[in-house]
């Protein structure tokens, strides 16, 4: 079973960056698509950016496309997302969750393990 | 951008009941059509992938049904456990995910 487990959220100025970490264990971590999914009272859950096996390949959501950098460390079983340029409307519930299907050329596009979530409030 | 409508927003049942949930596309996403269960203070759970297939260690009482715009969530016999808010989830255009509004069941 696959353990997943967030860090680094926090209270950031509009403006500000942030790091996200995501710790998996529990799966071989660099067989899996990894994505990060977000949670806002004001726009419901919204996928933000998902990363391969091997790095090579990553993709975003519109509004976040060249703010936010998905990336992980195989060595590790780290993944990363790298907020800039962070705005009131990227406050949210950050959750890193896991494609289903292990060694995929292609994302499975939905999520069988997701972490407890990491709360990102963008505030003044 | 695909969007999914849900409905109804809240559905109030109780123990024993069917529940009966609905998901729509605004085009179709053939069957790439997944549900998720989310409790409160905690991650969504996946349930159903690719519009009928429960995922590991789901009970069989939660089937899904449906194909192109029009998909379907049942609960077979409702537990106290399946409180909640239900989401549907289309991965027809990936990688551009999207997600529906919920549903929120009430015991």
């Known amino acids: 079973e696959g353990y997943l487990v967030e860090s680094g959220g926090g209270l950031v100025q509009p403006g500000g960056s942030l790091r996200l970490s995501c710790a998996a264990s529990g799966f071989t971590f660099s067989n899996f698509w990894m994505s990060w999914v977000r949670q806002s009272s004001e726009k419901g859950l919204e996928w933000v950016a998902n990363?391969?096996?091997?790095?090579?390949?990553?993709h975003y959501l519109d509004s976040v496309e060249a703010r936010f950098t998905i990336s992980r460390d195989n060595s590790n079983n780290l993944l990363y997302l790298q907020m800039t340029g962070l705005r009131a409307e990227d406050t949210a519930v950050y959750y890193c969750?896991?494609?289903?299907?292990?060694?995929?050329?292609?994302?499975?596009?939905?999520?069988?393990?997701w972490g407890q979530g990491a709360l990102v409030t963008v505030s003044s | 951008e695909i969007v999914l409508t849900q409905s109804p927003a809240t559905l109030s049942l109780s123990p024993g009941e069917r529940a009966t949930l609905s998901c729509r596309a605004s085009q179709s996403v053939r069957s790439y059509l997944a549900w998720y269960q989310q409790k409160p203070g905690q991650a969504p759970r996946l349930l159903i992938f690719d519009a009928s297939n429960r995922a590991t260690g789901i009970p069989a009482r939660f089937s899904g049904s449906g194909s192109g715009t029009d998909f379907t969530l049942t609960i077979s016999s409702l537990e106290p456990e399946d409180f909640g808010v239900y989401y549907c989830q289309q991965r027809s255009n990936w990688p551009g995910l999207t997600f529906g509004g919920g549903t929120k069941v009430e015991i």
């Open positions: 969750a896991r494609d289903p299907w292990e060694s995929s050329p292609i994302g499975g596009g939905f999520f069988d393990y």
């Open positions: 990363i391969k096996q091997d790095g090579s390949e990553t």
